[in-house]
């Protein structure tokens, strides 16, 4: 089975403008992720809007595509630079988190010996230790898991809702899973999400990934207990680099 890792980056983030091209160790944000995406899938490719981080990564030697700047997603810029792609299975890799483990991505990866795999992500079991504030965070997506692992929903609500139990014995009663934004899929299937259009549930609680579910596409998980630092802000930048510091 051939994989494909596609990176996207744009240059017009909200909170943070530039930030692929932020510098990092000396180096841009987003050479730090393909190189890391690169010791286990050699094919990574960059998916851009822009010029100036598309000459940036042919600089390094790294490789990148033009596409759209009118995509709605990442999912669906990796599908325009996935439509020309000999690979079986595409994983798409967010473009702000330069410290990426590459135990993850082989986590991913392993979904697709599963032949009723189309889609793939990754979940993290939630740590009890973090406390209520986290749980009920609406930024952390909880996601639930059938027999299969193959996941049931993701809502920015506490799920599962445990019924006669007072919340504070609740991480007593339930196990919780968190999501983290890696996903892979089938390059056929790809194609497919990409031409959905938004669906209700997708709308209510802004998660791309409810669109599918909604459309009877399945998603299967598997578990990592890394840690991920991704960078949304100059903040965040800040704190990496002390990261980097403490690391190398």
């Not at 790294?62 to 439509?83: I, L, P």
């Not at 079986?88 to 032949?115: H, K, Y």
């Not at 979940?123 to 996941?151: Q, W």
């Amino acid at each position: 089975m051939k994989f494909q890792a596609i990176i996207p980056a744009r240059y017009a983030s909200t909170r943070f403008p530039g930030k692929p091209l932020a510098l990092l160790g000396g180096k841009p944000m987003i050479q730090h992720v393909w190189e890391r995406v690169s010791e286990v899938i050699p094919c990574a490719v960059v998916a851009t809007d822009d010029r100036r981080i598309f000459d940036a990564v042919e600089d390094f030697g790294g490789k990148a595509v033009m596409t759209s700047d009118s995509h709605r997603s990442g999912t669906d810029r990796c599908a325009e630079a996935a439509a020309t792609s000999d690979a079986d299975v595409i994983i798409n890799v967010q473009g702000d988190e330069p410290f990426i483990d590459p135990a993850q991505l082989q986590a991913v990866m392993s979904c697709f010996d599963d032949p009723e795999t189309q889609i793939a992500t990754l979940v993290r079991p939630f740590d009890p230790a973090a406390g209520f504030e986290a749980l009920f965070d609406p930024n952390l997506v909880k996601v639930v898991i059938d027999e299969r692992d193959f996941a049931m929903y993701f809502s920015r609500s506490v799920i599962p809702y445990v019924r006669g139990v007072e919340w504070p014995k609740w991480l007593e009663t339930a196990r919780y899973h968190t999501h983290i934004g890696l996903y892979a899929y089938r390059r056929d299937i790809l194609g497919r999400l990409a031409a959905l259009p938004q669906s209700a549930l997708e709308k209510a609680e802004s998660l791309e990934q409810l669109r599918w579910l909604q459309n009877g596409y399945r998603i299967k998980v598997a578990r990592s207990n890394s840690p991920t630092i991704g960078i949304d802000t100059p903040d965040d930048l800040a704190a990496a680099e002390k990261y980097l510091s403490n690391i190398q």
